[in-house]
């Protein structure tokens, strides 16, 4: 990837590649989210299943999603990403 990124650079000139390397980001930041979300919501799923299998109550389940450290990181990511891509696509 990064050589085809050199080898596009030396031919086009510095605006095309201003333009090629923002749909990159956008691309990236697209996968990115894709790929998190789609953890989450397995994690989630997860917790679920298990809490079914254990018969716990609803909101105790509820609770343990909600206090769940990576699901707390998970969510922040996404909107830290969520806001990284609004700013590319105001530049």
Same mark, same amino acid.
């Given at each position: 990837?990064?050589? #085809?990124?050199?080898?596009? =650079?030396? @031919? @086009?000139?510095?605006? %095309? %590649? %201003?333009? @090629?390397? $923002?749909?990159?980001?956008?691309? &990236?930041?697209?996968? +990115?989210?894709?790929?998190? *979300? +789609? %953890?989450? =919501?397995?994690?989630?799923?997860?917790?679920? &299943?298990? !809490?079914?299998?254990? $018969?716990?109550?609803?909101?105790?389940? #509820?609770?343990?999603?909600?206090?769940?450290?990576?699901?707390?990181?998970?969510?922040?990511?996404?909107? &830290?990403?969520?806001? #990284? !891509? #609004? *700013?590319? *696509?105001?530049?």
């Amino acid at each position: 990837m990064i050589v #085809e990124i050199i080898q596009i =650079k030396n @031919f @086009f000139p510095l605006k %095309y %590649y %201003y333009i @090629f390397n $923002k749909v990159l980001d956008q691309q &990236d930041l697209k996968l +990115s989210k894709k790929l998190i *979300s +789609s %953890y989450k =919501k397995r994690l989630e799923k997860e917790i679920l &299943d298990r !809490s079914m299998k254990l $018969k716990m109550p609803q909101n105790k389940f #509820e609770e343990i999603i909600n206090n769940n450290n990576e699901l707390i990181n998970l969510k922040k990511t996404l909107e &830290d990403l969520e806001m #990284e !891509s #609004e *700013s590319h *696509s105001k530049v």
